[in-house]
């Protein structure tokens, strides 16, 4: 219990300031293009005693997470505490989501390499980044213009050609190139938005945090062919989703 309730405080922690079993992509048309030997130690490190040692089991999440250089992420300032247990200032008053909360999600999502991905809220891009190495073709929205364009330009500048960003608010999701096989939603609604469920495959899986300010959980919904499934997580606390959503 003291373990469980030790990880839970660090995840509710670092979603208070956050805005936010696969088969591996085989790397060949996504993901930076040189290794970056300076910080990989800090990586397994940040993989070993963060993510693994809190139950995250899949090896192509774990693999994302010890090779997407979350430090280029990271505005300078606060580059030496890229792989530190909890969220990082991002720039417009954003930050990046603490590694266990992504790692965490990702998995949830159970991605596979053929997997087409719709994200809302690009923010720094790292996230997109851990998606981008696990599925064919990842679509993000970010309703913030400058974060929309500075992840666009990063993700570029790393190699990863299998993404596309836009901005605009990301409650109609992208229609144009539903359906999704997996969704993942970085900022709390208060009730699912209606477009990303039409927009979501037969078989394929929605994460996002649900509810209203100081009373949120993170949720996973599967569409069946006759509906939806619906799975409570573990209780978080996002930002609320800006937009059509707050209306």
């Given at each position: 219990?003291?373990?469980?309730?030790?990880?839970?405080a660090?995840?509710?922690?670092?979603?208070?300031?956050?805005?936010?079993?696969?088969?591996?992509?085989?790397?060949?048309?996504?993901?930076?293009?040189?290794?970056?030997?300076?910080?990989?130690?800090?990586?397994?490190?940040m993989?070993?005693?963060?993510?693994?040692?809190?139950?995250?089991?899949?090896?192509?999440?774990?693999?994302?997470?010890?090779?997407?250089?979350?430090?280029?992420?990271?505005?300078?300032?606060?580059?030496?505490?890229?792989?530190?247990?909890?969220?990082?200032?991002?720039?417009h008053?954003?930050?990046?989501?603490?590694?266990?909360?992504?790692?965490?999600?990702?998995?949830?999502?159970?991605?596979?390499?053929?997997?087409?991905?719709?994200?809302?809220?690009?923010?720094?891009?790292?996230?997109?980044?851990?998606?981008?190495?696990?599925?064919?073709?990842?679509?993000s929205?970010?309703?913030?213009?400058?974060?929309?364009?500075?992840?666009?330009?990063?993700?570029?500048?790393?190699?990863y050609?299998?993404?596309?960003?836009?901005?605009?608010?990301?409650?109609?999701?992208?229609?144009?190139?539903?359906?999704?096989?997996?969704?993942?939603?970085?900022?709390?609604?208060?009730?699912?938005?209606?477009?990303?469920?039409?927009?979501?495959?037969?078989?394929?899986?929605?994460?996002?945090?649900?509810?209203?300010?100081?009373?949120?959980?993170?949720?996973?919904?599967?569409?069946?062919?006759?509906?939806?499934?619906?799975?409570?997580?573990?209780?978080?606390?996002?930002?609320?989703?800006?937009?059509?959503?707050?209306?």
């Amino acid at each position: 219990m003291k373990c469980r309730m030790f990880w839970l405080a660090a995840v509710l922690g670092a979603l208070l300031l956050a805005p936010g079993c696969g088969e591996g992509f085989d790397g060949s048309d996504a993901g930076p293009s040189a290794a970056d030997p300076m910080r990989q130690a800090e990586r397994d490190r940040m993989v070993e005693r963060q993510i693994e040692a809190r139950g995250v089991k899949d090896p192509a999440v774990l693999r994302a997470m010890r090779h997407v250089p979350r430090h280029q992420f990271v505005p300078g300032l606060y580059a030496s505490q890229a792989y530190w247990d909890g969220p990082v200032p991002s720039g417009h008053d954003q930050m990046i989501s603490q590694p266990y909360v992504v790692a965490f999600m990702t998995e949830a999502l159970t991605l596979h390499s053929d997997d087409k991905v719709l994200e809302i809220g690009t923010g720094s891009g790292y996230q997109t980044a851990i998606l981008a190495e696990l599925a064919r073709d990842v679509f993000s929205i970010e309703i913030v213009k400058p974060l929309a364009d500075q992840a666009a330009e990063k993700l570029k500048e790393l190699g990863y050609t299998n993404v596309q960003v836009r901005a605009g608010d990301g409650y109609q999701g992208w229609p144009q190139h539903a359906p999704y096989d997996a969704i993942l939603v970085t900022a709390a609604p208060d009730h699912i938005p209606q477009p990303l469920l039409n927009q979501l495959a037969r078989g394929g899986r929605l994460i996002l945090p649900l509810g209203k300010k100081h009373s949120q959980s993170l949720v996973l919904i599967r569409r069946t062919q006759s509906g939806f499934e619906q799975t409570t997580l573990l209780p978080v606390a996002f930002v609320p989703m800006t937009g059509e959503a707050g209306k």
